[in-house]
């Protein structure tokens, strides 16, 4: 299992809220407003709970959240913040999709998931989901695509390294990666669900100069696992970026899409 940090999703979560995709938000809540009450909406790979504070206060009271990890530590953290009135806590290894919670459950939700799963292991997914024609809202996939304020010469190719490293295990198979978003589509448009899909992009500027950090440190050991760049220049380019982070046009860019599938029948 490999771990996510919470610190590193507590820095993410203000600016993964504001990068959600308004409409698709909307439309999200109209489904489950629109189902006979009360609705349960399952979160997989919860983490600490970050979806369901971006979202649960879109939905009618009375909803129900079931939120699922394999990480016990996040769980735990998720139930320390939230309580339990109204949501359960399921510990469970989405390597077995079969065995997820499902009853009573309209739509299941993901935030910065599905770009970690392989392409079979979403085919799986998508594929018991589309068995209970449940829906999917899966927010938050990163797309590939990094852009700084003030370029370096070496930009394109630490994005480059970093990108071909999201595509390795993550313990889900080969990952995705930035072609997440384009699979599910083409997969979810096969099983008969109206996909509807929308950048949701972190703008990160010297307010965010924390989570930055954190983004630019984070990239350092896949693109040294990747080879093509030598430390020197991997340091080099480093002490570049840190070096403008909390300075004029020191920001960036980090794309991601949100998409909502909900079964056309
Ligand atoms: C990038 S984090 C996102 C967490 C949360 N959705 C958020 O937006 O803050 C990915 C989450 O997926 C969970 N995860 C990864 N592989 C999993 C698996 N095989 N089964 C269940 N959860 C898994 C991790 O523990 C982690 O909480």
Redesign the pocket.
Same mark, same amino acid.
């Not at 997989?44 to 600490?48: A, L, M, P, V």
């Not at 993901?110 to 998931?113: C, V």
């Given at each position: 299992m490999s771990g996510?940090d919470a610190k590193w %999703?507590r820095l993410?979560?203000p600016v993964?809220g504001l990068a959600r995709d308004v409409a698709l938000v909307d439309a999200f809540s109209r489904y489950v407003a629109d189902r006979a009450p009360p609705a349960t909406v399952l979160d997989?790979?919860?983490?600490?709970g970050?979806?369901y504070r971006s979202l649960s206060q879109h939905l009618p009271a009375g909803t129900n959240w079931r939120l %699922?990890?394999?990480?016990p530590s996040?769980l735990a953290a998720a139930e320390k913040q939230l309580g339990t009135d109204g949501i359960e806590f399921v510990r469970?290894?989405?390597?077995q999709p079969d065995g997820m919670p499902l009853d009573g459950v309209a739509i299941v939700t993901?935030?910065?998931?599905f770009d970690?799963g392989s392409a079979a292991f979403c085919d799986r997914l998508l594929g018991v989901l589309a068995a209970r024609r449940i829906g999917l809202y899966a927010a938050?996939n990163y797309d590939g695509r990094v852009e700084w304020q003030r370029p370096h010469p070496l930009d394109q190719r630490v994005v480059a390294d970093f990108n071909r490293h999201q595509l390795t295990d993550k313990? %889900?198979g080969p990952a995705l990666g930035p072609n997440a978003t384009e699979h599910l589509r083409t997969k979810l448009d096969a099983l008969s669900y109206d996909v509807s899909i929308a950048p949701s992009v972190w703008r990160i500027g010297r307010d965010e100069a924390d989570l930055h950090i954190a983004f630019l440190r984070g990239l350092v050991d896949p693109v040294l696992e990747i080879g093509t760049l030598q430390p020197e220049e991997i340091g080099e380019w480093m002490a570049f970026r840190l070096a403008y982070v909390r300075g004029e046009r020191g920001g960036c860019e980090v794309g991601h899409h949100d998409l909502l599938a909900l079964p056309r029948d």
């Open positions: 996510f %999703l993410r979560e993964d997989i790979g919860c983490g600490t970050s979806t %699922l990890d394999y990480d996040l469970h290894d989405l390597n993901a935030s910065a998931f970690l938050l313990g %889900l």
